[in-house]
Nanobody, 119 residues
């Protein structure tokens, strides 16, 4: 199971969409979470989405970021709008995934992707 995502460089006030593409012998994908780690700070939860589409957001991104998912494509998206320089950091996704034949879900992490917001 792999979680692939793509980041990038954007100016302050701009937008960027990250994708978390899940590949492998997948039976089901439950909760997907997005995290970030900004320089000098511990990793923090940005938000999450359940399989049914219910979302949770950290206060520092409410109203600016939106998490969605396409279950058929096994992909989650993090739409980031009104970006600020303090949003610069490494962004990660992780997901609770059940593989065929496993009988129970396990947590998988993707590698971080750098988002740089220039002022």
């Amino acid at each position: 199971v792999q979680l692939r995502r793509r980041g990038g460089l954007v100016q302050a006030g701009g937008s960027l969409r990250l994708s978390c593409v899940i590949t492998g012998n997948i039976y089901s994908i439950n909760d997907i979470r997005w995290w970030r780690q900004v320089p000098g700070k511990v990793r923090e939860l940005v938000g999450s989405i359940t399989r049914g589409g219910s979302t949770f957001y950290a206060d520092f991104v409410k109203g600016r970021f939106t998490i969605s998912r396409d279950n058929a494509k096994k992909t989650s998206y993090l739409q980031m709008n009104a970006l600020k320089s303090e949003d610069t950091g490494d962004y990660f996704c992780d997901a609770l995934i059940e593989e065929y034949g496993s009988g129970s879900p396990s947590n998988y992490w993707g590698q971080g992707t750098l988002v740089t917001v220039s002022s």
